[in-house]
Nanobody, 115 residues
Framework: QVQLVESGGGLVQPGGSLRLSCAVS????????MAWYGQAPKKQRALVAQ???????NYADSVKGRFTISRDNAKKTVYLQMNSLKPEDTAVYYC?????????WGQGTQVTVSS
């Protein structure tokens, strides 16, 4: 069973930056497309950024130009660099594969953008 452990969240002022990490315990990590999802308060979980096994990336319109997804296959880790953060980025962030997420989700990491 795959395990996903997200970290790196916190409280940051508008305009600030954070780098999220997600360690994934599967032997086939390098073959899997990966994504970051965000779940804002009282909203459904939504795709924020995606990266294919080959490193091709895609982003939700709301984060284009501000967030960067990357992966390190040797470390079985996917990252999300978040710059120019806005209050509306406040959410719990999760990683998982896509388009069909694994049933197992991690605990997520809380990102709060507030002055």
């Amino acid at each position: 069973q795959v395990q996903l452990v997200e970290s790196g969240g916190g409280l940051v002022q508008p305009g600030g930056s954070l780098r999220l990490s997600c360690a994934v315990s599967t032997s086939i990590f390098s073959l899997m497309p990966m994504a970051w999802y965000g779940q804002a308060p009282k909203k459904q979980r939504a795709l924020v950024a995606q990266i294919t096994d080959g490193g091709i990336t895609n982003y939700a319109d709301s984060v284009k130009g501000r967030f960067t997804i990357s992966r390190d296959n040797a470390k079985k880790t996917v990252y999300l660099q978040m710059n120019s953060l806005k209050p509306e980025d406040t959410a719990v962030y999760y990683c998982n594969t896509y388009p069909n997420a694994w049933d197992q989700w991690g605990q997520g990491t809380q990102v709060t953008v507030s002055s």
